[in-house]
Structures are given as C-alpha cells and as structure tokens.
C-alpha cells in the first residue's frame, strides 16, 4: 500500500471534469489553490487498533485539528476569499450551531470582514463563546439551525448583508471537497470514506472529487438516526423538513438539507446509514481513549458506523473524516459515562436481599468476587413489591464489558439474590 502523492495520476486527472449543480472539479481545485496557505493540511494517521477491532485497515483524516477545530474552516474561507470588494465592505452574515460560524467569525476578522452570526440559543456553549472570541457580532435566535436560518436571512436583506449558506452553496462545498483531494493525496490506495452527514456539504465535495479520481472508491454518509435528512430526501428525491430532535451529535443536525449536496449527493455517494445516540457516544470514548483524539459527536459518527457493523467492509483501506472537535467538557463527560454504559464498563443492577444483618455485605463481597467495582449503592425498603423482611438495593458497577455483566447476573442469581439488570 502506497501513501505517496499520486502527482502523475492526478495531473493525469486534471481534464476529467465532472459538474453538476454549477459545481466542477475544477472548482475544487481553485478553492485549494485559494486556501492552501492559509488551513491546516490535516493528517491522515493509520490506527491499529481500530484496524484490528473492525478487520479492515483504518486511517483518520483529522480535521478536528484546524485552528477552529472544524473542517468547515475550508468551506468559509473560500467563500469569503470569492466576495466581491463591495460585499466584503458591507459585511456576511452566516446561521450556524456553531462550526460554520466559528469558520466565518475567524477567517472574517482575519481578512478584516465584519461579520454577524446567528447561533440557536441551545447551542453548544463552547461554540458560542469562541464565535464571540473571533469577533463576530453574535445574536442567539430559535431552538433550531432552521429558525437561526430564517433569521439571518431577513437580517441579510434587511442590512444588505451577503448571506453565507453553510453548506447549499457552491464555493462552500467547493472549500469542503479540499478535503477529498487532500485524502487522494496522501493515500491513492483507499477503498471506502465514511464521512459525516448534516447539511451534505461536506460529502458533496468529497464524493465528487474522488469519484472524478477513482470511480471505484465508496463513498459512505454517515447520520444520526434520530435526523436522518440525507436519507429522507433521497427517499423522497428531494430535501424534505424533519420534525426537530436532539442529538449528540449537533454539528449534522440539520433538519433539511441542500438541494446542491443532494444533487450531489445522488451522483456520487454509494450510500447513506444512520447510527444511534448509544453508538455515537461509544464512538467519542473510543477515539479519546484508544486514539487520543478528542471529537465532538457528529465527527464520531463514521467510527460509530463501521465499528457496529453498519457497513459491509472488510479487509478494505478506509478512511474516516473526523470532521471536528469543538465538544463541551460537559457533554464529555455525559458522552463518557453513556458510552462506558454501552460498552458495558458501566451497569447498574438491582438486588433484592432479605433484610438482615451481614447480607449487603455478602452481596457486596460476592461481587467483588466476580471481579466487579460498586460506584454507587442505595437502599430501599417501602417502595416496590417486596415482602416486610427485603430490601431492594441498587448498585452501579464498574465492569469490563457485556459477558462480564451476564457472568455476575447469573453468579448472583444462582446464589439466591433477586437481581434486575438495566
């Protein structure tokens, strides 16, 4: 396997042009030219041990790494860099939960472009604060990305203000595919590239460069479940509006998506899976204790894909995007508990023991036995149904994974305990 630059089949390459949506190959190509001395060329580490857990041979394309810790730093900068000297005199406004916004508020203020950011007010706090830290004007609007939408663009016409789209906009996803062309780069051998899906910028712009480059190349979107736009407008055949729900992963969740990334995204992506919340956050854990790296949940959502199998891979070279990592310490830790609970390094039993002196500490000792860690323990004795002489008692444990968990719900069972699991 190769990770040279493929410089030879590249400019080989370079006459193959593929457009749609007024969007080219080529496009891409300036957008890079335009960027380059200015975003982080992130890197592309191989992972052994996610290559040994999935059978396949993984490599992360860290953009969680840029100055704002987002790959939508490319996106925006090409946007910004294709303004016409009036529009940059006036001013951009942009809506965004918080990446995209973060990407036009520091790039803005580096090229000396005011700029006003429309974030919904449940947006993740570290996001906001660092668009305020880069200086933009901020204004914290609607429950959702839609309605902060709405608003930036009544605020866009109103102040004559160019509007930058966060991913329906052809100079955005052109920023975006830098991406695809940097993978290409850096390994010429990938089989397979799972990537992120929220607006579709992002895999609009992958999918179409490297199909240009290698048609054989699968391209994977992956989304939450609980906002699945991609897939319902490909379903439908074209972007439909999802009812609003919370996930984890807030970065991609958008309630429709562009009518551009999906134009693009019916050409070139091969298919489009979703994952729950429980695998998001397992994914976080995995990639901040096996890999160090720190990623915010929409970023986590390919290693979630491919490590619970929703995908037919194997022995295959696969890159994954890790799109950001601009993720709360607060949510970390609430991702890190759910995830060590699906992973099941965390369980939370209930026993009820007869209610005399010396039985909680049996209990307690047969489960250190089992090689199991108490956290957490309380007692009740009124609630439940439970004769006068028992006592419910739940406990959280510390175990090592699912087999753990049933060997100690079977141990303490055929030692007479009442156990419930959860």
């Known amino acids: 396997m190769s990770n040279n630059g493929p410089a030879n089949n590249l400019?080989?390459?370079?006459?193959?042009?593929?457009?749609?949506?007024?969007?080219?190959?080529?496009d891409v190509e300036k957008a890079r030219e335009r960027i380059r001395d200015q975003i982080y060329l992130s890197p592309l580490p191989y992972s052994e041990t996610i290559s040994g857990m999935t059978g396949n041979r993984v490599f992360f394309k860290l953009d969680n790494l840029q100055i704002t810790g987002s790959f939508k730093e490319r996106g925006a900068l090409n946007r910004l860099l294709t303004l016409t000297k009036d529009q940059a005199r006036r001013g951009v406004i942009a809506a965004s939960a918080g990446n995209h916004g973060m990407a036009v508020a520091f790039h803005s203020r580096r090229l000396n472009i005011s700029s006003t950011i429309v974030i919904p007010v449940h947006a993740p706090l570290i996001k906001v604060g660092r668009v305020r830290l880069y200086g933009a004007q901020t204004l914290l609007h609607g429950t959702d990305y839609e309605a902060a939408f709405t608003e930036a663009q009544r605020l866009s016409q109103e102040k004559e203000l160019t509007f930058l789209h966060a991913f329906n906009d052809p100079a955005i996803i052109a920023g975006q595919g830098t991406v695809g062309l940097e993978l290409y780069e850096q390994n010429s051998d990938l089989d397979a590239v799972i990537v992120p899906v929220g607006g579709g910028g992002l895999i609009g712009g992958t999918a179409l460069v490297l199909k240009a480059l290698n048609p054989r190349i699968r391209i994977i979107g992956v989304q939450a479940e609980s906002i699945p736009s991609m897939k319902a407008a490909l379903e439908r055949g074209e972007p439909v509006k999802l009812p609003p729900a919370t996930t984890i992963a807030d970065g991609i969740a958008v309630r429709k998506v562009g009518e551009t990334p999906l134009a693009l995204v019916k050409q070139y992506v091969d298919e489009i899976v979703t994952v729950s919340e429980g695998e998001v956050a397992n994914a976080v854990l995995l990639l901040l204790e096996i890999e160090k790296t720190i990623a915010e949940g929409a970023a986590a959502v390919p290693l979630a894909a491919l490590i619970n199998k929703k995908l037919d891979l194997s022995n295959k070279n696969i890159a994954l995007i890790i799109s950001g990592g601009n993720i709360d310490v607060n949510?970390?830790?609430?991702?890190?508990?759910?995830g060590l609970i699906q992973d099941g390094r965390l369980s939370r039993f209930s026993a009820v023991i007869s209610d005399r002196p010396g039985n909680l500490a049996r209990l307690a000792q047969r489960i250190a036995d089992l090689g199991a860690n108490i956290l957490q323990i309380g007692q009740s004795r009124g609630f439940g149904q439970m004769a006068f002489d028992e006592t419910e008692v739940e406990l959280v444990l510390e175990t090592t994974g699912p087999a753990h968990i049933e060997r100690i719900r079977n141990e303490l069972s055929n030692q007479g305990f009442k156990i419930r699991t959860d």
């Open 11 to 26: 400019a080989c390459r370079r006459s193959f042009i593929l457009t749609y949506s007024m969007l080219t190959f080529a």
């Open 331 to 338: 949510l970390i830790s609430r991702i890190i508990e759910k």
